[in-house]
């Protein structure tokens, strides 16, 4: 498989002095479905930020389609033509999508990235439908997006994304705030996706959702480096692991496709409320 992205001893801080990543290697290859998992604040979003080239490396390297990836490299006229095919080539999803939209409609919010692309009026049209007919908005098409659900802005944010037909799909905290049907939904999509070959980036600390969606997991610790990369079925069910990166509570175990957990009170009586979780099969 063909490396999309590559980051070398790669790390990023905010305002030059707080930490988000930490002397990070990683390769990501065409048609990998990965997660990325760690607490809030690990550096998942950070990541993706980096892999969308929203934002650069403070030290380190990162190479996106085999061309090293610079802010003064990647804003200059000389390399336009590699900004306008990263663009077509990778599409990211916000954790929150009212940072996402901005357009009056939300067949309007669909076109622009397409827009952007300067396609023929024609294609952008039946991109556009095509989309909305995939993820099944069509009710939705005249909204305004301020007046939808939370459920139904991120179908829009992932619709809109999609319209530009990109190879590699970035996703951060894609399941959060949703409602379960929704969250199904987005599961299955994903799976869909996979079958057409997309190479899917997730950040999430959404444990049940990992197997369904990845089958390689990179695990973030607080801080900010990374503790783990291997099989998500591996990952998700090392305890210790989980532990040690605040993604649960010590109190918190699976048995087998179950999330246990046991709550204690103040006094260190052990309390039985089994939140049990049934993971989808």
Not at 139 to 154: H, Q
Not at 201 to 214: P, R
Not at 258 to 276: G, L, P
Request: hydrophobic fraction near 35%; charged fraction near 25%; glycine fraction near 4%.
């Amino acid at each position: 498989m063909d490396t999309i992205f590559e980051l070398r001893d790669l790390s990023y801080s905010y305002m030059e002095k707080f930490p988000a990543l930490n002397h990070i290697d990683l390769k990501i290859r065409t048609g990998e479905q990965i997660a990325i998992l760690g607490a809030n604040g690990s550096g998942k979003s950070t990541l993706l930020s980096v892999l969308d080239c929203l934002i650069y490396p403070t030290s380190g390297e990162f190479y996106a389609f085999g061309n090293r990836v610079t802010e003064d490299a990647f804003n200059t006229l000389r390399d336009n033509e590699f900004n306008r095919f990263f663009r077509k080539k990778v599409g990211l999803v916000f954790q929150n999508p009212d940072v996402q939209m901005f357009s009056s409609t939300v067949y309007d919010e669909i076109a622009f990235g397409p827009l952007q692309l300067e396609l023929p009026k024609e294609e952008i049209k039946q991109r556009v439908n095509d989309v909305i007919e995939m993820i099944g908005i069509e009710k939705l098409r005249n909204r305004t997006p301020s007046t939808l659900s939370s459920g139904e802005k991120k179908k829009v944010c992932i619709a809109s994304v999609l319209a530009i037909n990109p190879d590699v799909l970035l996703l951060d905290e894609p399941t959060a705030g949703l409602d379960p049907r929704t969250q199904l939904w987005l599961i299955e999509f994903l799976q869909e996706l996979k079958e057409l070959g997309k190479t899917i980036v997730t950040a999430t600390h959404d444990l049940d959702a990992v197997e369904h969606i990845s089958q390689r997991a990179i695990v973030f610790g607080e801080d900010h480096m990374i503790k783990l990369d291997s099989n998500s079925a591996s990952v998700v069910n090392d305890h210790e692991l989980l532990l040690s990166t605040n993604l649960i509570h010590k109190h918190m175990h699976r048995h087998g496709t179950i999330i246990h957990q046991h709550m204690h009170s103040h006094d260190d009586k052990h309390e039985h409320d089994h939140s049990n979780l049934q993971l989808p099969s």
